[in-house]
């Protein structure tokens, strides 16, 4: 596997990864493009009024959600990311939930827009 | 030049003392009095000036008309002088050279105007004349015009008309040419006024050749009269506009046919005949009865479309002519003629055609002049207008333009297809697939589109497992909502329990499963839905349990019946074995005897009801049949059967003997 992601990828308006925080504090590195695609809400923040300084390191706290259903959000932003690559014919694999997260997961999808 | 130094002394004056009316008066005997040129005039625009008082009541509107008149008069003249005669005799004998070339493009159209009134046919004469000119002067008239040659076309139609008028005296023709000419005249001067006349002129101009051109075999004698009348200025403007329909020979010729109609309207000025109002008038009425007469009979002439063209020219041209008699200002500058021709009411006719004409073009100019405002823009449509002049602007402008065209229409199939597209199982698609073979898709509808959000995902997952949703938490209602709605009555409860704070909108929920469920039901007050759709269940069940127990009755009571005992001989007396009677009757015991210990009830004396009366009757027939018993012991004697009876007594009659 690669080097695993530090924040020292994401300094910078250019960075390649973005940081997620859930409400207890744990981080998830996604990649930008992924998120600012998928997500409205993350894609707006990041253009949004907050200014992007040459070291400020792109992280976004969702005190909201939690970890466990940020990281199954996180799954989804790369998953749908990579459906949207996908050429015509060809079928998207479907997304499972467990229904004890479905309404966790409602939630930050309602929030994220996603 | 003192004589223009008079003339705009004046005509200053005249403009600072418009209400005054002896000033006025005043100044215009003194104008009058002035030996004025042509030249004169136009560089000063005293004309303009003198025409706007025209209107005015009293003196002050005689002097000036007769003024006005006056000029007019003299313009035609110059025009006439400046023609000479040489052009004339070419003028004649191409035009009878012409006319034989001519006579077929010119058979048709007056055959057409033959059939008319005879006020046509000096028209149609006009055209033929101006058909004849334009032919003779094909090839001396270029395409593209100057100011140069566009005097001498003016001059050359000058000739022209008085080749022409020599050879049909005319008095419309001749007005027609004085006017055209009068027009040439200012075309030859070039002068702001007169430009702006000029113009005015043209479009007039255009519209009285147009009318002519009605029965013309081509429309591009219009086009060519545009032309000429278009002011050198406007040349290199109009030039690559003419549309390309328009050959040249057909130009020039048109062209040629113009400034014969100039020329011989100039003539007949130079004649000196009434007012140059008539040639006016008289194009203007001509023109307007052509358009009847076309609009009449469209058919006869092969040139219907042109002549429809033709006709929309001429409304064109009218209507720039009305605009610009209305307006009388030394902006709008409208020719003398057009003014004169357009506001006198009545201008003295030498022949009974031209009164004729007169009235028609009254009424038809008023109303061409209402028609052509409309049409003067579509005529813009249909061929492209030399842009006019700023002065001319003015005066358009004032104009409602009225052009319509309809818009395009929006395609409507855009909408559809949408719909169709998103309406999986439209209508269409099942028609379609009728006498196809429709594919099968298991799951869901939702499996055919799009990549789903991560919304949508958590909606479905939650549908699936309504039962298992208890408390939500924050998650907002509307998010929920499809979920929810696709809840019943026991689930909605259930979630209703866990999650008070959603009460009002699961409340609406109820209402939707209340009105699907019991239509009948009628909330009261102090009621919720969901307490209406409690009691509205319970009267069901009610309702329910009532008739089932009816029917369970019913069916009950038709069922067969059930085994029952019942008691033998109860009401008689017992029947023994047949050898246990014999022997009764033998020893005397056949009726049967009760028991001592038994009472012997009477019969009169029905014993109570139940099964112990019912016993004591029956003893008590049994003593009434023992009582009886011996006599009828004794009396039932063995008797043989009938039959035997005879058999015995046979045999003993044998015996005994």
Not at chain 2, 171 to 195: A, E, T, W
Not at chain 2, 626 to 637: C, D, M, Q, V
């Amino acid at each position: 596997m690669s080097q695993p992601i530090t924040e020292q990828d994401c300094i910078g308006p250019d960075a390649e990864y973005i940081k997620l925080i859930a409400a207890d504090g744990k981080g998830f590195f996604v990649k930008r493009a992924d998120a600012v695609e998928v997500s409205k809400t993350i894609r707006r923040i990041l253009d949004g009024p907050s200014q992007c300084k040459e070291g400020d390191i792109n992280q976004i706290e969702l005190s909201n959600i939690a970890s466990q259903t940020l990281k199954i959000v996180c799954d989804f932003l790369g998953y749908r990311a990579r459906v949207n690559k996908l050429k015509e014919g060809e079928d998207a694999d479907d997304f499972p939930i467990r229904p004890e997260d479905a309404v966790d997961v409602l939630k930050a999808a309602n929030f994220l827009e996603c | 030049m003192s004589v223009i130094s008079f003339i705009e002394h004046y005509q200053r004056s005249i403009k600072k003392n418009e209400d005054d009316e002896s000033r006025l008066l005043h100044c215009l005997e003194k104008l009058s009095n002035l030996t004025v040129k042509v030249s004169d005039l136009e560089a000063t625009g005293i004309g303009r000036t003198v025409n706007s008082l025209r209107k005015k009541p009293g003196k002050v509107g005689d002097t000036a008309r007769g003024l006005v008149t006056s000029w007019m008069k003299l313009v035609e003249n110059t025009a006439n002088e400046d023609h000479s005669g040489e052009e004339k005799e070419t003028i004649e004998h191409n035009g009878y050279a012409e006319m034989t070339s001519g006579d077929k493009e010119m058979s048709s159209p007056e055959n057409c105007s033959e059939k008319y009134n005879n006020g046509l046919g000096e028209t149609v004469k006009v055209k033929e004349e101006k058909s004849k000119s334009r032919h003779s002067h094909k090839d001396k008239k270029a395409v593209k015009e100057e100011p140069g040659t566009r005097h001498s076309r003016s001059d050359r139609k000058g000739e022209e008309s008085k080749g022409h008028e020599s050879r049909h005296s005319n008095h419309h023709h001749k007005r027609s040419d004085s006017s055209h000419k009068s027009r040439s005249k200012d075309h030859k001067d070039s002068d702001s006024r007169s430009k702006s006349k000029r113009s005015h002129e043209e479009t007039k101009i255009k519209t009285e050749l147009e009318e002519s051109d009605t029965y013309d075999p081509s429309d591009f004698e219009g086009l060519k009269i545009k032309e000429e009348r278009l002011s050198p200025a406007e040349v290199c403007k109009y030039d690559p506009e003419v549309p390309a329909k328009v050959k040249k020979e057909k130009e020039s010729s048109h062209k040629d046919k113009k400034e014969k109609r100039k020329a011989e309207e100039s003539k007949s000025k130079h004649k000196g005949e009434s007012s140059s109002k008539k040639p006016k008038l008289e194009t203007e009425r001509s023109s307007s009865e052509r358009k009847e007469r076309h609009d009449k009979h469209s058919k006869s002439s092969t040139t219907k479309s042109k002549s429809s063209e033709k006709i929309k020219k001429e409304v064109k041209k009218e209507k720039i002519d009305s605009p610009e008699t209305n307006t009388m200002n030394g902006n709008a500058g409208p020719s003398f003629e057009e003014a004169l021709g357009n506001l006198d009411s009545a201008p003295p006719l030498k022949k009974s055609k031209d009164k004729k004409k007169s009235k028609k073009d009254k009424t038809s100019s008023s109303s061409s002049s209402k028609t052509s405002s409309s049409t003067k823009n579509s005529n813009s449509s249909f061929l492209p207008l030399p842009l006019p002049r700023t002065e001319d602007l003015a005066s358009l402008l004032d104009q409602p333009t009225l052009t319509y065209k309809p818009l395009p229409s929006i395609p409507q199939k855009s909408s559809k297809s949408q719909l169709s597209d998103s309406n999986m199982f439209s209508f269409s698609d099942v028609i379609k697939n009728k006498n196809q073979r429709t594919k099968v898709y298991s799951g869901t509808k939702s499996a055919l589109t799009g990549v789903p959000t991560l919304l949508e995902i958590c909606q479905k997952v939650l549908l699936e497992n309504i039962d298992a949703i208890e408390h939500v938490g924050s998650a907002p209602f509307e998010v929920l909502e499809p979920v929810f709605s696709k809840a019943n009555a026991s689930q909605l409860l259930r979630i209703q329990h866990h999650n008070d704070h959603f009460y009002e909108e699961l409340d609406d929920l109820w209402r939707t499963l209340v009105e699907t469920e019991f239509k009948s039901a009628i909330k009261q007050e102090d009621e919720c839905w969901c307490d209406v759709y409690e009691r509205s269940m319970i009267e069901r069940n009610t309702k329910m349990s009532e008739l089932a127990a009816k029917i369970k009755a019913n069916t009950e009571a038709r069922q067969a019946p059930q085994r029952k005992t019942m008691l033998a001989f109860e009401h008689s007396l017992a029947k023994p074995p047949r050898t246990i009677r014999k022997q009764q009757i033998k020893n005397g015991t056949a009726n049967g005897s009760l028991p001592r210990n038994v009472a012997r009830p009477t019969y009169s004396e029905p014993g109570p009801s139940g099964l112990s009366s019912s016993k004591e009757s029956t003893l008590a027939r049994t003593v009434g049949l023992l009582r009886e018993g011996p006599s009828t012991a004794i009396k039932s004697k063995k008797r043989p059967a009938p039959l035997m009876q005879k058999t015995l007594q046979l045999m003993k009659s044998s015996y005994r003997r």
